[in-house]
């Protein structure tokens, strides 16, 4: 008989918000509700504590919902129309969210940090009704051609009246569309339907309240004990809200618990340390990049990050020396990380505590209501240890890419079994490890950059006959975007602003070398990226 680990048979109780059980032929949260409103407004329970502080600005929970409900008022659409939001990190981008779920609109969440003409494709290709921009923003849409109606976020409305009450939503609605790309470099729309959302959501919750149960038996104190004791939590928003981890991490987890939210717009570690003794931070999340930034300024400033509970971090592996310096500088912390895509609406795999710090080079731990299994190279599905593509199944899984039946068909078979592009193995605990990326993309500071679609912009200019874009290690940025091209005629500086004009300026590449001979090719007849990344310092050495 398998043995049941009691934390978990005490969190996921029956009749508890966290019972797991079988239904649709998948492991799922019997007792969630089916729309993510229901949640949403759950959180009016917190009443006056703050909830949004941005700057000088600090709002309550109760100044949340007066504005959402007025926005939610005038917004005046139908149940599923898309709403798109554009704008940077700040209290509307939270507002406009929750005001288009209370009108029973689809979130469409677009990356403000995009070009114009990526902004204003974004919107089209989701059929958006309206957008809710901030001012530089709208003028971005405006010089990227977009002629459709746009309420700026400077105009929200403080007070009014809400919308009708309406019927809650069927859990398999749309509730959000989220944009992420392949190696075609296509811009695609995740739809992710309320059960994916509040699937990830209460995942991300039952994990935490784990950490506690684990906290209270190891200090012989009821968990009660513990909660009561624990002061109003508080988190440093880093990552941009049109992320997954940004709106479930950053956003709608903090509002279920009543979690004060901190709005960081750039990102200065020294400013960090400042907010996180000022605002007293509990948890920080944030991608390797900004970790190192935080060592470097903690031991040279000799700053206090003693407030801080929980440090987590994602979409990258955690390079072990920086594990260790962190712990270092903020010894009564929290470690975890976690691994998941936009997709899965979040995490698949998630480890935290000493459940990290045993297994540190994993991924995380495959959560309860994830199947995952490695598949070879024609499908098959092979043993525990083998490495091949991951793909997994379960609630969190979204319904389809927006308008793209062949993309949703490539990834998504009729079982719910999504291929997620990543190549690795699953131990016997069920650890994941990640050893490649089936995917042609670098992830640089947080950010993912599509090779094709760098390398699209670049064979468009007439001097250029090749190039190949692909990533390298970094210690700072986890990989940094290089690019070998063929050509004459042209200079590395003309081509980086070319691609960061043309594209948002992070996808613009760090490094461009100039080859006179042709690319190597792999036997079937394409340019050969593994060649190029291993021999990149010889190249370096020869080229530059």
């Known amino acids: 008989m398998t043995k049941i680990d009691p934390v978990f048979a005490a969190v996921a109780a029956p009749g508890s918000p966290f019972e797991i059980g079988a239904r649709d032929g998948m492991r799922q949260f019997v007792n969630a509700p089916s729309d993510i409103n229901q949640l949403i407004e759950a959180a009016r329970f917190h009443g006056d504590k703050d909830f949004i502080v941005e700057g000088a600005r600090r709002l309550s ?15 005046a659409i139908e149940r599923g129309d898309h709403i798109a939001i554009c704008m940077r990190n700040r209290a509307e981008w939270m507002i406009g969210f929750l005001a288009i779920m209370r009108a029973g609109g689809v ?133 941009p809200l049109f992320h997954i981890s940004g709106l479930g991490a950053a956003f709608l987890s903090p509002l279920f618990a009543g979690t004060k939210i901190v709005v960081m717009r750039r990102w200065n570690a020294e400013e960090a340390m400042q907010i996180i003794q000022q605002e007293q931070i509990t948890q920080f999340t944030a991608v390797p990049t900004m970790l190192w930034d935080m060592v470097g300024a903690a031991k040279h400033k000799n700053a206090d990050l003693s407030s801080l509970r929980n440090i987590g971090t994602g979409g990258q592996a955690l390079p072990v020396n920086l594990l ?35 297994n540190r080079a994993s991924a995380g731990r495959v959560l309860d209501l994830v199947e995952m299994r490695i598949e070879g190279v024609d499908g098959q599905i092979l043993a525990s240890g083998a490495t091949g593509e991951i793909a997994v199944r379960g609630p969190m899984v979204m319904k389809e890419y927006w308008n793209r039946p062949k993309e949703t068909a490539a990834v998504l078979d009729s079982d719910g079994w999504l291929k997620s592009g990543d190549i690795g193995y699953v131990d016997e605990e069920g650890y994941v490890f990640i050893v490649d990326r089936k995917k042609d993309m670098v992830i640089s500071g947080g950010e993912n950059i ?59 590449p760090t490094q461009v070398l100039f080859s006179n001979a042709p690319l190597p090719r792999n036997p079937i007849g394409k340019i050969d990226k593994l060649n190029l990344r291993e021999h990149w310092p010889a190249l370096v050495a020869e080229l530059a």
Do not use: W
């Not at 990526?118 to 709208?138: G, H, Y």
């Not at 975890?336 to 998630?350: I, K, L, P, R, W």
């Open 324 to 358: 260790d310096e962190v712990r270092e500088i903020c010894p009564g912390a929290v470690m975890g990380t976690g691994y998941g895509m936009t997709e899965c609406s979040g995490s698949v795999a998630m480890a935290v505590g000493e459940d990290f710090v045993r």
């Open 107 to 239: 979130a469409v969440l677009v990356n403000s940090r995009g070009a114009p003409e990526e902004l204003a494709s974004a919107i089209d290709n989701a059929d958006a009704k309206l957008v809710l921009a901030d001012a530089d923003r709208t003028a971005l849409l405006r010089k990227g051609g977009y002629s459709g109606v746009i309420i700026e976020a400077e105009s929200f409305p403080e007070s009014g009246a809400a919308p009708a009450e309406l019927q809650p939503s069927n859990a398999d609605d749309p509730c959000a569309i989220l944009f992420t790309s392949g190696t075609t470099g296509l811009i695609k729309g995740a739809v992710l339907t309320h059960k994916n959302l509040i699937t990830g959501l209460l995942s991300m919750q039952m994990s935490g309240l784990m950490v506690l149960h684990n906290m209270a038996r190891a200090m012989d104190m009821p968990i009660e004990k513990i909660i009561a004791g624990m002061p109003q939590q508080a988190v440093l928003q880093i990552y």
């Open 61 to 75: 929970f109760r100044d949340v919902f007066e504005r959402r409900d007025a926005l939610a008022g005038q917004l």
């Open 450 to 508: 599509y090779c094709a679609e760098v390398e699209a912009v670049i064979n468009e200019m007439k001097e250029i006959n090749e190039c190949a874009a692909f990533g390298i290690p970094d210690d700072r940025m986890g990989e940094k975007l290089v690019v070998v091209a063929v050509g004459k005629g042209i200079d590395e500086q003309t081509v980086i602003n070319c691609v960061g004009g043309r594209l948002a300026k992070y996808k613009a």
